[in-house]
């Protein structure tokens, strides 16, 4: 159900499109006597989003970190528009405009995400360490790849960052509870800002931006092609070297492996949703060579075309 909500200056509107039996969340109420610390922890969960889950707010006065366990989302936040994906978090200030929701990368498309909420003294220290007034995109983890496609499992990629600790001292609620939580996330977001790419100035990195926006949307658009990567970098223009350096800084993948992901993706929805063979498919998709897709497809999913549409066709 999408709802929208406005109270005080907070302006909200969500459809909270998840998996109940995946997802949980809970609340947290700092003492007062403990305002001065570093973080105060307000709220933690996890959510297994569907495909139609979004979050449109401005207003709350909290810090948000989410972190991808797996799937992708999207985030808008300051200008920028990224893919989060399995692996990677970003940092907002959720009293500034912001919009998140499972990308749209594939029908049965999925975002399963740590979270937490929290303010305190040194929040927008580390928003400004971390973000240099934009919003960084920071891979904190390698991406774990699951061997079914169809029923994607969540790797535990918080074993490393405390987040599974910080869940557990919410729950026990102890006399000790700010003060560890307080701990915890300075950790995890140090770690963040260990993570980060080296900034670049900001109107280099607006203008890189912008043309990695339109390079993805041209690839969107014309990935039935043969498209190459040096085509591509004369579309901005740029050096080849440069060109992959700079998209795999927007996207956290190169150009090819864009490109991949949305002839894959491409694929799933004609091998569910047609009756076209597997040669058939994969030229459909930009493949001149149907052994290429075959290779690429289980490299990306695990398994075969063939086994992918016997799993959903029956």
């Not at 809970?26 to 973080?39: C, E, Q, V, Y």
């Not at 996890?46 to 495909?51: E, G, K, L, Q, V």
């Not at 992959?244 to 090819?256: G, L």
Request: glycine letters at 8%.
């Amino acid at each position: 159900m999408r709802k929208e909500m406005g109270f005080m200056e907070m302006k909200l509107e969500y459809e909270m499109d998840k998996d109940p039996r995946l997802s949980w969340s809970t609340s947290h109420t700092p003492a007062a006597a403990n305002s001065s610390l570093p973080f105060l922890l307000s709220g933690c969960g996890h959510f297994a989003a569907r495909s139609r889950y979004f979050t449109r707010r401005t207003g709350l006065s909290s810090h948000l970190f989410i972190h991808t366990r797996s799937g992708a989302g999207r985030m808008v936040f300051r200008g920028r528009d990224l893919l989060v994906q399995a692996g990677q978090a970003v940092l907002i200030d959720c009293r500034e405009p912001q919009y998140y929701a499972t990308a749209e990368l594939d029908p049965d498309g999925f975002w399963h995400f740590d979270y937490f909420h929290f303010s305190g003294s040194a929040a927008e220290v580390y928003d400004r360490a971390i973000n240099g007034g934009g919003c960084s995109l920071v891979q904190m983890e390698d991406p774990t790849k699951s061997g079914d496609p169809g029923k994607p499992e969540i790797p535990d990629l918080s074993e490393e960052a405390p987040f599974a600790s910080l869940a557990e001292e919410v729950k026990q609620q102890g006399v000790l509870a700010d003060f560890r939580t307080s701990a915890l996330i300075t950790r995890i977001l140090t770690r963040m800002l260990e993570r980060r790419s080296p900034p670049c100035g900001e109107a280099e990195k607006g203008r890189n931006s912008c043309d990695m926006e339109r390079i993805s949307l041209f690839i969107k658009t014309h990935y039935r092609e043969d498209l190459t990567v040096d085509r591509l970098a004369s579309l901005v223009p740029m050096s080849r070297f440069h060109f992959i350096r700079q998209f795999k800084a927007y996207a956290s993948v190169t150009p090819y492996e864009f490109l991949l992901l949305h002839r894959i993706n491409a694929s799933k929805a004609l091998l569910k949703g047609t009756s076209l063979s597997v040669n058939e498919t994969a030229y459909q998709v930009g493949f001149r060579d149907p052994s290429n897709f075959i290779r690429c497809f289980r490299k990306m999913t695990g398994t075969t075309p063939e086994h992918y549409r016997r799993y959903w066709i029956g």
